[in-house]
């Protein structure tokens, strides 16, 4: 990777520049975030436990909500249908995709 000279650039260069940085460690927080909660599930499964009984359920009641939709790109990535649409599919939506094309 070719190193970049920083003394160099104007403060609008500079802005943009971190502007995309924080946009990529963003994305690859989130990313790291989706594969380490796959991971935990997963182990917890594989020992007869659900994350919830691991760690305690959150939200009103202690109830979980069930997974409603997923993304067939990444299974990790899912919504429950409540709150704001996740990233993943509002990106689709707006590709022409039906909201009922990624029903679990």
Known sequence: ??????????VK?????????????NAAKDR???ELKQKIASLAE??????GELFGARGRGGKSVAVKYMNPD???ETWTGR???PNWLVAKLSKGAKINDFAV
Do not use: P, W
């Open 74 to 76: 990444n299974r990790s």
């Open 13 to 25: 260069e500079l802005t943009d520049n971190i502007a995309r940085a924080q946009k990529a460690l």
């Open 46 to 51: 594989n020992a007869g436990f659900s994350v």
């Open 83 to 85: 709150g704001r649409k």
């Open 1 to 10: 990777m070719a190193s970049i000279n920083y003394d160099k650039m104007s």
């Open 32 to 34: 790291e975030r989706s």
